[in-house]
């Protein structure tokens, strides 16, 4: 792998809410950041993002909920990830979450969540800091 | 030139460009429609009775009521809907205790897509975003104790708005309700799903049919309900400008007409009973514009396409919601200043009805609180401030009269952008919509990562310690007793009758007007997803291209 070999990142919308303006808004924003980004589209199961995330060797998962559902999705995805051995992948996420499960989100291997009003740099830089490439 | 061009054109050479306190920048609506310093007479163009005039008189700019709220107050009406059925009903009883005049409901993604709570497609979504309803014995326990022919209801729903809406008609006729005295609202508005929001089930075509089975439906037995409420609210939270939001539902709501026209049915019949639905967001006085120009624009379409008989044919009617995207997630107790600038667009704008938000909603569902304050907001706009006292009270403002006018001239430019790309339903296919709410939504983010948008808590005056705030949870319990309840309604039923009921529709799916066959359907207990699938064996489903 060259040194140069850009970041990939997997946006991905689990579960039935169609609101997907900020998974948009921040897969067109993390491309121009000059990142590699695919784009699921709404309605995924947990079992196709993994699946996604595993066949396309991304590094980065990024999950958007908006419909309070967040709690079984993000687990179903990290516990998927662990049973396929991809448990490296950085899961980040966010939606409309509240901050008691955030912190939930967290503890099981969520890297971040990002809510409403967050600066996309924010996001940029973290993903940087914790995508290291040897 | 006009006396007041010229009187205007010498002001602004000697004060304003000589102000030693030059003005900072060049200012914007937020759809991007620049702004003068100042409006006088010269700017409003055209006769005043062809394009303002009265209140209740066509082209209605004023409003569709000779007296509006001097009459009766527009119609508060709270969204709500959580959990199951039994906390929905709840909530509702709440809300009318506390001066709620009509009910709204949310219902679940599950059930906004036509899947029942016991599938597996389910998981994790049941009564979250809103009320799981799956079987006639769900309506029947959310309406228990509610008097349907006293009441209006709203009901969001699109995808299976027709279903839904059986079983609101099954559950009044049980409760002894005649379906003629019923009065309310199913949402129905499938063309913005393709555009925005993304509840869509089957493809456009089918799905097209069935909103205009529901139109000749309601004609016949249910005069008193609106069969669609044709809105703008989820293309523009969904990243679109007010301009856009405007143009596009217009667009749609001429295509339903046409539709319909087509199908054969005497446009007066169906068209007094469209309804509308807008967003009202920061931009105080493009909102009212926007409000103002969408009844001038309808009004005028309608006459000239459809050249219908009865006045009421012309009249836009809308409920308005404040606007959720708004809202901030930093310093939460901000978005009851923000809903009340919203709110009071709304209302100047002339609306039928309101929904105010609440201000928790960038964390969760409203908790009892916060929907408490959301109605307050309402109620001292209505008693308190007066604006209610004279009709279209900011009418006749040079500056609202010459926004009204812009936001008429660049709708109409969309409309002959849409019909060159062959309507609305090419436009969908093409990606149209999707592409200008996904480019809008982009370049509002870049203006406010650049700062150059301000939004107090987000992007200027941060503080760094949030406050806490409460929030409303759904307890996993919910979900298991919601699927227990639908098991058990499934093994409770003579499965002959679900099946031949079910076979009635497919065959008849193409056919006929579908209303009676979902509501035999109904009555022999099929479930929502039993029913939707049924129709996706004969329609497929839709999958939408994919466009960042």
Do not use: C
């Amino acid at each position: 792998m060259s040194p140069e070999k850009r970041i990939k990142i997997l946006i991905a919308k689990p579960g039935l809410d169609g609101h997907d303006r900020g998974a948009k808004v921040l897969a067109r924003s993390l491309m121009e950041a000059g990142f590699d980004v695919i784009y699921t589209g709404i309605r995924q199961t947990p079992e196709k993002i993994v699946k996604a995330a595993i066949q396309e060797d991304v590094d980065v998962v990024g999950l958007s909920v908006l419909s309070g559902a967040h709690m079984y999705h993000f687990k179903e995805v990290i516990k998927l990830l662990k049973k396929y051995g991809a448990s490296d992948k950085l899961v980040i996420g966010g939606g409309i979450i509240p901050e008691k499960d955030k912190k939930k989100l967290e503890k099981i291997g969520v890297a971040a969540v990002f809510g409403p009003g967050t600066n996309i740099k924010k996001i940029v830089e973290f993903i940087k800091n914790k995508v290291k490439r040897n | 030139m006009s006396i007041y061009k010229k009187k205007y054109e010498r002001w602004y050479k000697e004060k304003v460009l000589k102000n030693p306190i030059p003005e900072k920048s060049e200012f914007y609506t937020s759809s991007g429609i620049k702004v003068k310093t100042v409006y006088v007479p010269s700017d409003v163009k055209g006769k005043y009775f062809d394009k303002i005039g009265f209140p209740g008189e066509y082209p209605f700019t004023r409003g569709i009521h000779p007296t509006m709220y001097r009459s009766r107050l527009w119609t508060i009406r709270e969204f709500s809907g959580l959990g199951d059925a039994f906390m929905t009903n709840k909530r509702l009883k709440y809300l009318i205790e506390h001066g709620e005049t009509g009910l709204s409901i949310a219902f679940d993604y599950p059930t906004l897509l036509g899947i029942d709570s016991d599938d597996p497609l389910a998981r994790g979504e049941v009564g979250k975003a809103g009320v799981a309803i799956s079987t006639l014995e769900d309506m029947k326990t959310m309406l228990d104790g509610i008097n349907l022919a006293d009441i209006s209801t709203s009901m969001t729903i699109n995808g299976p708005a027709a279903i839904i809406w059986g079983f609101y008609i099954v559950t009044a006729e049980i409760n002894g309700v005649s379906p003629s005295s019923l009065r309310g609202t199913i949402q129905n508005d499938i063309l913005k799903e393709y555009m925005a929001q993304k509840s869509f089930i089957f493809p456009p075509e089918p799905s097209l049919k069935l909103v205009i089975d529901t139109f000749e439906y309601g004609s016949k037995y249910l005069p008193q309900w609106n069969p669609i409420s044709i809105s703008g609210y989820h293309i523009r939270e969904a990243g679109a400008t007010a301009v856009q939001e405007l143009a596009f539902t217009l667009a749609n709501g001429l295509t339903y007409v046409e539709e319909a026209v087509k199908r054969g049915l005497d446009v007066d019949d169906f068209a007094p009973r469209l309804s509308f639905f807008f967003d009202s967001s920061m931009d105080f006085f493009e909102e009212i514009a926007k409000f103002r120009a969408a009844r001038r624009i309808w009004s005028k379409e309608m006459k000239r396409r459809f050249k219908p008989k009865k006045e009421r044919s012309l009249w836009l009617r809308f409920h308005t919601q404040t606007s959720g995207v708004s809202l901030t997630a930093q310093q939460p107790e901000n978005n009851i200043i923000r809903t009340t600038i919203e709110a009071l667009a709304a209302v100047l704008g002339g609306t039928q009805s309101l929904h105010t938000n609440s201000y928790d909603e960038a964390y969760g569902l409203p908790t009892e609180k916060a929907a408490m304050i959301a109605l307050r907001t309402q109620e001292i706009i209505a008693y308190e401030s007066n604006v209610i006292n004279a009709v279209d009270p900011l009418g006749g403002s040079y500056y609202l009269e010459w926004l009204t006018d812009q936001m008429e001239e660049k709708v109409y430019e969309y409309f002959d952008k849409i019909e060159s790309m062959g309507g609305v339903l090419e436009s969908i296919k093409k990606g149209f919509f999707q592409k200008e709410i996904a480019e809008s939504a982009y370049r509002l983010q870049k203006e406010i990562e650049e700062g150059k948008r301000v939004l107090v808590g987000v992007n200027k005056y941060v503080i760094k310690e949030e406050p806490e705030i409460k929030v409303l949870k759904i307890p996993e319990y919910v979900e298991t007793r919601q699927i227990r309840r639908v098991k058990e309604y499934k093994k409770n039923r003579d499965m002959s009758k679900v099946e031949s009921s079910l076979n009635k529709l497919r065959a008849k799916a193409n056919e006929e007007n579908l209303m009676p066959y979902i509501i035999d359907a109904i009555k022999n207990k099929a479930t929502l997803g039993e029913i939707v699938n049924a129709l996706k064996e004969v329609w497929g489903e839709y999958v939408e291209p994919i466009i960042i």
